[in-house]
Each structure stands twice: as structure tokens, then as C-alpha cells.
């Protein structure tokens, strides 16, 4: 799921499409336009290193070209540990730091999600 400023949706989900429609896997956009934000279905067999690679890099374009266009790899749904990694390109690691100094203090003993939306290398 992407989200962009409502003003750059329709060039992301036209790139995007155009990327999807050229591979050789089922994908499907689905958009909440009134929000900026649009998801992506992309149908692969997982034990199939071919598919689960072509996957991943249509992913990874759709995300790069969503912060390219000012917008985010997240929109309503949480970070998680898939698009984690994608944290630091989009919002810098000072913010991360300051991200993992915050959860420190209220979460001291590391208990509430542990591994989840700040990255392990971050350091304090």
C-alpha cells in the first residue's frame, strides 16, 4: 500500500500500473483516491524463487516511487516488519533515533512489539 499527495496519485498509480501490466504476474491496483492512497494485489507462488523476486522488485519499485512523488509506503496500515526497511529512505535516521529514544522510555523492557516499525540497526 502506497500512499501519495492526492495531487500525485493518479502519475503514481499510472507508473505503477504500467510497471505491474509489464510483468509477468497477476497484479491489481485498488484505490482510495479520496485519501491519496492506493494498494497493489500481486499474485505469486512463494516457493517459486522466480515470482517471489519478481515480487519483490515491483514492490520496491512502487515504494521508491511513491517516495520519489513525496509520498509514503505506508497510508493506513501500520509499518510492520515488510516496508521497515524502507523507514530510513523515508524518513531519516534522526527521526528514527529519536523514534527508538521515545519507545525506550515507554517501553523500557522492550515488551510492546518488540522488532516492529523501528529498524535493529538503528542505534540510540
Do not use: W
Not at 505491474?20 to 499474485?43: M, Q
Not at 530510513?88 to 529514544?101: P, Q, V
Not at 517501553?107 to 535493529?120: A, E, F, R, T, Y
Amino acid at each position: 500500500m502506497m500512499k501519495e499527495p492526492r495531487l500525485k496519485l493518479a502519475e503514481c498509480i499510472s507508473v505503477s500500473k504500467k510497471k505491474l501490466d509489464a510483468s509477468s504476474l497477476t497484479c491489481l491496483v485498488i484505490a482510495h483516491a479520496g485519501d491519496g492512497n492506493f494498494h497493489t494485489i500481486i499474485l505469486f507462488d512463494p516457493s517459486q524463487e522466480d515470482q517471489r523476486h519478481e515480487a519483490e522488485r515491483l514492490n520496491n519499485f512502487m515504494v521508491y516511487t511513491a517516495l520519489s512523488m513525496e509520498g509514503t509506503c505506508t497510508g493506513e496500515h501500520g509499518v510492520g516488519t515488510g516496508k521497515m526497511k524502507y523507514l530510513e529512505k523515508e524518513l531519516g535516521i534522526e527521526s528514527l533515533r529519536t523514534m527508538k529514544r521515545i519507545k525506550a522510555v515507554l517501553d523500557p523492557n522492550n515488551i510492546m512489539n518488540p522488532g516492529k516499525l523501528i529498524p535493529p540497526h538503528v542505534c540510540i
